[in-house]
């Protein structure tokens, strides 16, 4: 009986996080299911494209992230000439607006598993910090790590996204905290 306790509780508390994520945000601003999917499959598809294009991706570390259009590139490559490669590659392919993809690939060897998982520790942390903070509009947010560094991604008002960092800043263990938001118009007063 004592083992449908633990998956019980860790369902209740995901139902918990995503109706107190619908209920920060405007019903107006929400991003649909079809929105969420469109953002996945294209992630899907930049990292099969960047991956065929050249056979040094074999041994890189990709990790690709969309969310309303805004395409971030992370990881590790081999040269700079994949981290160019990269970006054209993802430059090029249809439904993605060239002006806003972002590469922070760096060169260097992939990070390790523990490196990683530390990563992962690290965004649910900024992200349960997020979900906790009153004026912070955290359903607007993606938040990604990548050795250390958090990027965050969205469509967001300046003075949103200077909430939203100032809330980051106080998470212990970010080496550094990368914006990559579409700034919208402010609302007025």
Same mark, same amino acid.
Do not use: W
């Given at each position: 009986?004592?083992?449908?306790?633990?998956?019980?509780?860790?369902?209740?508390?995901?139902?918990?996080?995503?109706?107190?994520?619908?209920?920060?945000?405007?019903?107006?601003?929400?991003?649909?299911?079809?929105?969420?999917?469109?953002?996945?499959?294209?992630?899907?598809?930049?990292?099969?494209?960047?991956?065929?294009?050249?056979? =040094?991706?074999?041994?890189?570390?990709?990790?690709?992230?969309?969310?309303?259009?805004?395409?971030?590139?992370? =990881?590790?490559?081999?040269?700079?000439?994949?981290?160019?490669?990269?970006?054209?590659?993802?430059?090029?392919?249809?439904?993605?607006?060239?002006?806003?993809?972002?590469?922070?690939?760096?060169?260097?060897?992939?990070?390790?598993?523990?490196?990683?998982?530390?990563?992962?520790?690290?965004?649910?942390?900024?992200?349960?910090?997020?979900?906790?903070?009153?004026?912070?509009?955290?359903?607007?947010?993606?938040?990604?790590?990548?050795? =250390?560094?958090?990027?965050?991604? =969205?469509?967001?008002?300046?003075?949103?996204?200077?909430?939203?960092?100032?809330?980051?800043?106080?998470?212990?263990?970010?080496?550094?905290?990368?914006?990559?938001?579409?700034?919208?118009?402010?609302?007025?007063?």
């Amino acid at each position: 009986m004592n083992c449908y306790r633990i998956p019980f509780f860790a369902a209740l508390l995901v139902a918990a996080l995503t109706i107190t994520t619908a209920c920060t945000n405007k019903p107006e601003e929400r991003r649909t299911p079809g929105d969420l999917i469109d953002d996945n499959a294209l992630e899907f598809v930049i990292a099969k494209e960047i991956r065929a294009s050249d056979e =040094g991706f074999a041994s890189a570390h990709l990790v690709i992230t969309v969310y309303d259009g805004l395409v971030l590139l992370l =990881g590790e490559v081999a040269s700079a000439s994949l981290r160019e490669k990269a970006t054209e590659v993802t430059e090029s392919l249809y439904k993605v607006d060239p002006d806003r993809v972002y590469n922070y690939l760096t060169v260097q060897g992939p990070i390790s598993m523990l490196a990683r998982t530390n990563d992962g520790y690290l965004s649910g942390k900024v992200k349960a910090r997020l979900l906790v903070a009153a004026e912070v509009p955290a359903g607007k947010v993606k938040v990604v790590t990548e050795n =250390g560094v958090v990027y965050l991604m =969205g469509k967001i008002s300046r003075s949103d996204g200077e909430l939203v960092v100032a809330e980051v800043q106080k998470s212990f263990g970010v080496k550094k905290i990368v914006k990559v938001f579409d700034y919208l118009s402010e609302p007025p007063p």
